[in-house]
């Protein structure tokens, strides 16, 4: 589109047109605030009134603008200030491309980013620096987003070191999960977490970004082992007794004997279990 340097539309193309619902003589009746979305109006006032002023004669920016029929349409838009040589008039030459689909995929990547029941972080693909984190990931470790944004992981003491997590993260690559098994993590408080993890080198705006996830697994494997420490007291608890003990399992086949019988018996555990007790 061409547009005034009152923010009027001169000449507008069929593609426009279409992205917007408008004949071409509606929008060249029509200023481009009078199509924009109030919230966003300001944008493309502040970036004329800049060029206008001295300032940068191109600029480049995403805003919503409003269809005829009222919905919203995400646009980026990229524009030049230029002087004609005739008259020396000056006008904006504006490219605007609809890019709705591509931030309803990013509204809806960052919904499930929220809610997601597992920690999730994004990091830069080269620096590792924290770009996002969701509130699962502050619910586990500690550290709130603003606490992590621009630095590492390295930097606030959640790996062991660096080369952890480079071994880590050593196959990762576009577009594959690299799934690693249980690591154990450090919160903000100095404790460790049992997690198991996994990440992906995903594009977001643009720009290639580490997508991690890790499962808080701790509590599972606490109560995994005071159950098998509760089953190591109880067998200590058997072996010990002087009466011979045993178990039988819900059809009447025994399942467990302890030392005792042996003692008592003179015959092998190992040849009865798992015979029939009327046997």
């Known amino acids: ?32 605030n009078d199509v924009t979305h109030p919230e966003d109006a300001h944008i493309g006032a502040e970036t004329l009134k800049r060029a206008l002023g001295g300032g940068p004669a191109r600029a480049e920016f995403d805003k919503r603008y409003l269809h005829k029929t009222g919905h919203v349409v995400w646009a980026h838009v990229a524009t030049a200030l230029v002087t004609a040589e005739v008259e020396s008039r000056r006008f904006f030459v504006a490219h605007i491309e609809d890019v709705t689909p591509l931030r309803r995929t990013e509204e809806r990547f960052r919904m499930v980013f929220a809610n997601v029941p597992a920690a999730l972080t994004v990091t830069g693909a080269h620096d590792g620096r924290f770009v996002d984190a969701n509130g699962e990931f502050e619910r586990v470790f500690g550290w ?17 070191s660096a080369q952890a997590r480079a071994e880590a993260l050593q196959s990762v690559s576009l577009g594959h999960s690299v799934h690693v098994n249980e690591i154990s993590l450090h919160r903000q408080d100095g404790s460790l977490r049992r997690v198991r993890s996994a990440a992906q ?38 072996d010990g007794v002087r009466d011979v003990i045993f178990a039988l399992d819900p059809n009447g086949v ?23 007790f009327e046997e």
């Open 1 to 32: 589109a061409l547009v005034s340097t009152q923010g009027r539309f001169l000449r507008v193309n069929a593609a426009l047109c279409r992205m917007l619902g408008y004949s071409a003589d509606e929008l060249t009746q029509l200023s481009f």
């Open 144 to 160: 709130t987003k603003d606490e992590l944004v621009g630095r590492t992981s390295i930097e606030i003491g959640m790996w062991k």
């Open 201 to 238: 080198l995903v594009e977001l705006d643009g720009e290639t970004l580490l997508l991690s996830a890790f499962l808080d697994l701790t509590e599972q494997r606490r109560a995994e082992q005071e159950r098998l420490q509760a089953e190591q007291r109880y067998r200590e608890l058997i």
């Open 254 to 276: 025994i399942s467990s004997l302890n030392p005792a019988f042996e003692r008592v018996t003179g015959m092998p555990r190992a040849d009865w279990i798992g015979r029939r």
